[in-house]
């Protein structure tokens, strides 16, 4: 069975701070790939980052980085120098070598000023 | 190049009644995906269409129902609506291609906020 399980219903951060997100995934494919979206309060959701099973790096998009951890199957989500904007709905997503999505229930991150 | 889209954005209804949203893909992708986001709650998965066809369900009642047409576009279909059913409604479309080792991500519509009263 696929799961994805986001074990930090919120969080704080201090504005310009660090701030990881934490993602567990679970599956019995070998290729697989994993995404994180960001969700503002406007509902749009936003693609964020994404890691390939198969890449040995961690993948970055700007302040954002996917600690990849394939033994362990985690794909934490880094945001550096965190920024008001920040403040969001953040969700873990894996798609399956059957093309489907799966997404965790989400991580509420709150920037404080 | 148009993102997904949804339609209607917003939409009240009373129970018992019966909700049609609709989701058109990004021009190329064959695969569509609906999820329920109940306030303040996570995705909760609905339903996969691919080719025309169910690929998948969530653990939801029968009568969350939908279809995929020959253009890909899709629709969701609610009946007998209960309170309950208020959420926000999301589809996402992705270009699934067995067989790759990069994958897609799935590219999300504004949603149907569905109200029933």
């Known amino acids: 069975a696929q799961k994805i399980t986001q074990t930090q219903p919120g969080m704080f951060v201090q504005e310009k701070e660090a701030v990881t997100l934490d993602c567990t995934y679970d599956?019995?494919?070998?290729?697989?790939?994993l995404f994180w979206y960001k969700q503002p309060s406007s509902g749009e959701m936003i693609f964020l980052i994404y890691?390939?099973?198969?890449?040995?790096q961690n993948a970055t998009e700007g302040r954002y980085s996917l600690n990849f951890q394939k033994a362990r199957k985690s794909a934490n989500l880094v945001i550096s120098a965190s920024q008001l904007g920040d403040s969001a709905m953040y969700f873990c997503?894996?798609?399956?070598?059957?093309?489907?999505?799966?997404f965790g229930t989400g991580t509420s991150l709150t920037v404080i000023p | 190049e148009a993102g997904v889209t949804q339609s209607p954005t917003h939409l009240i209804k009373t129970r018992g009644q019966q909700a049609t949203l609709r989701c058109s893909p990004i021009?190329?992708?064959?695969?569509v995906y609906w999820y329920q986001q109940a306030l303040g709650l996570g995705l909760q998965f609905l339903l996969w269409?691919?080719?025309?066809?169910?690929?998948n369900r969530g653990n939801f009642p029968p009568r969350f129902s939908g279809r995929q047409f020959p253009n890909y576009s899709s629709e969701l279909n609610v009946n007998a609506l209960e309170l309950e059913d208020s959420a926000l409604y999301l589809c996402?479309?992705?270009?699934?291609?067995?067989?790759?080792?990069?994958?897609?991500?799935?590219?999300f519509g504004q949603g149907t906020r569905l109200t029933v009263v």
């Open positions: 996402a479309s992705s270009n699934a291609v067995l067989g790759r080792k990069r994958y897609t991500e799935a590219f």
């Open positions: 599956t019995s494919d070998q290729s697989y790939g």
């Open positions: 890691q390939g099973s198969y890449d040995e």
């Open positions: 997503a894996m798609e399956n070598w059957g093309n489907q999505f799966y």
């Open positions: 021009s190329g992708h064959t695969s």
């Open positions: 269409y691919d080719e025309g066809e169910e690929r």
